[in-house]
């Protein structure tokens, strides 16, 4: 039996990490090609390019705010164009998929900077493509990890509570669907099997949301990086990561690229998508009651939505529902790495089901 097990090169987390960015930068080349979001572009940039540019020459392009095939086609022609030797993501989610792509095809390593922590995007070896209006379009499986992973929690604590929030929504798939791997002995993002470090990263991944989630939202509406504060930062990128990629994707993944179709939920993050997912999933696999419990109280507690209302969908109709679950179940999904016989008719009613509790339990 072969296992495979994939890293990022580097993880470099702490208060003002951001300080060692040009020392990291100019270890990979001497020219970067620095792709920003608009809100680094406004609140970090001015303050980092002077000692980013005291260790490398760099050229700024501003994120377009989809990872699509048009966006990353523009910002490769920019790099050929500046004759970049490394790239830069510095951003969200979307915008570091985005700069691992553009460093794929043009080559070049890439050092990825999270100014928020609402998904495991930073560590992957995968850019997640969608279509320039933000539907779902295909996974990019990349060759590497990034070389660097840079997290400065003095810019991440800044960031509204409800992105952290969604990390742990994000989070909260890694152990269920790892461990559904496990079982079903199926691939992990290799087209390999997990290793046991796989899997335990997975399940301590669980563990630390359980016991330092609530605390840890707790800090951010402070502004305050505390301990918890760090560890949830950590779970929700590196072991999110390294669980997600190393121990294998299934259900609340596919569900929730399911339910991209259903233009309501496109105003809400991906960890508040996969966090429903993750739900259906528990209704999918049929998890035990308490099982389910402990899922659902720790999503009411950290405020994870465990409604489909709470996603856009509050007056959805079943035609549209059963369109997101078919879609859930494409050819190729993850979704069958589940034990039994999955259907778009089990995954509707999965659906149904985890909207119903988290209504019962709200009291309507």
Known sequence: MITTTIFPGRYVQGYNALELLGEESARLGSKALVVADPFVHEAILPELLPSLQRHIDTQVEKFG??????????????????????????????????????????????????????????????????TPEGQFKRYLFLPNNPNVVLVDTRIIVKAPVRFLISGMGDALATWFEAESCQIKRAPNMTGRLGSMTAYALARLCYETLLTYGVQAVTANRAGVVSPAFEKIVEANTLLSGLGFESGGLAAAHAIHNGLTVLEPTHH???????????????????????????????????????????????????????????????????????????????????LKAADAEGRRRKGF
């Open 65 to 130: 705010g989809e990872c699509s095939d048009e966006e990353i086609d523009r910002l490769v022609t920019a790099g050929q164009t500046f004759e970049a030797q490394v790239v830069i993501g510095i951003g969200g989610g979307k915008t570091l998929d985005t700069a691992k792509a553009v460093a794929y095809f043009l080559h070049l390593p890439v050092i990825v900077v999270p100014t928020i922590a609402s998904t495991d995007a930073p560590c992957s070896a995968l850019s997640v493509i969608y």
């Open 268 to 350: 809400y993050f991906h960890g508040e998508k996969v966090a429903i997912g993750t739900l259906a999933s528990l209704f999918l696999t049929g998890k035990t009651p308490e099982a389910i419990n402990e899922v659902y109280s720790f999503c009411e507690a950290v405020g994870l939505p465990t409604t489909l209302a709470e996603i856009g969908l509050k007056n959805i109709g079943d035609d549209d529902l059963m369109r997101a679950a078919e879609k859930a179940c494409a050819p190729g999904e993850t979704i069958f790495n589940e034990l039994g016989d999955i259907t778009p008719q089990s995954v509707f009613m999965a």
